[in-house]
């Protein structure tokens, strides 16, 4: 994949350059964090600092991927540190598994915008994986770059959620209508 211009010239210090990846990818990141909490402030404070280690750390950029799928990489780092020291844990995400074939999921059950309800429940692990998929539509190999997993792992991570989310729907019907 050839590296964007924006990224060799960012390299070479150029400001412009830096504040074009800022202006293009800044809505991205900060939409897909919010993801995983309410609250502005600590989402802003992920963007910048996502944004603020990329440009630190920009020449380790290699271009194998989007510069947004590396950026997304930082800020979910930066936010799964600040779960830890809040929770005084680090967040577990589920082992690297083979998994030879996904669970079907009916064509009936359609992610809609208004049903992000049924997000609530899941852990940071699954909720990046759907959201990085459904809503933002990266391709299973890069969620896999971006959260250290096997793209089977990420396949079958999205297969499990949206039964499990199917499932919860199906059963609240009439609750939320």
């Known amino acids: 994949m050839p590296a964007d211009i924006s990224v060799i010239e960012a390299r070479k210090g150029n400001q412009r350059a830096f504040k074009k990846l800022y202006d293009d990818n800044v809505n991205l990141i900060y939409r897909f964090l919010y993801q995983f909490s309410r609250n502005p402030d600590q989402v802003q404070e992920w963007t910048q600092r996502a944004f603020i ?7 380790r950029f290699e271009g194998n991927s989007k510069f947004s799928t590396w950026l997304i990489k930082i800020g979910l780092n930066e936010m799964k540190s600040d779960f830890a020291r809040i929770k005084d844990k680090k967040t577990v995400f589920l082992e690297d598994e083979n998994y030879d074939s996904a669970v079907s999921v009916e064509e009936e059950f359609e992610w809609k915008q208004d049903m992000k309800w049924l997000l609530e429940e899941l852990d940071e692990f699954k909720k990046a994986v759907f959201i990085l998929y459904e809503v933002e539509g990266y391709s299973h190999s890069e969620i896999g770059e971006m959260l250290n997993i096997s ?3 990420s396949r079958t991570t999205l297969c499990r959620v949206k039964t499990r989310l199917k499932e919860k729907w199906i059963n609240s019907r009439g609750k939320y209508d």
């Open 53 to 59: 280690k990329a440009f630190e750390n920009i020449d």
């Open 151 to 153: 793209e089977s792992l």
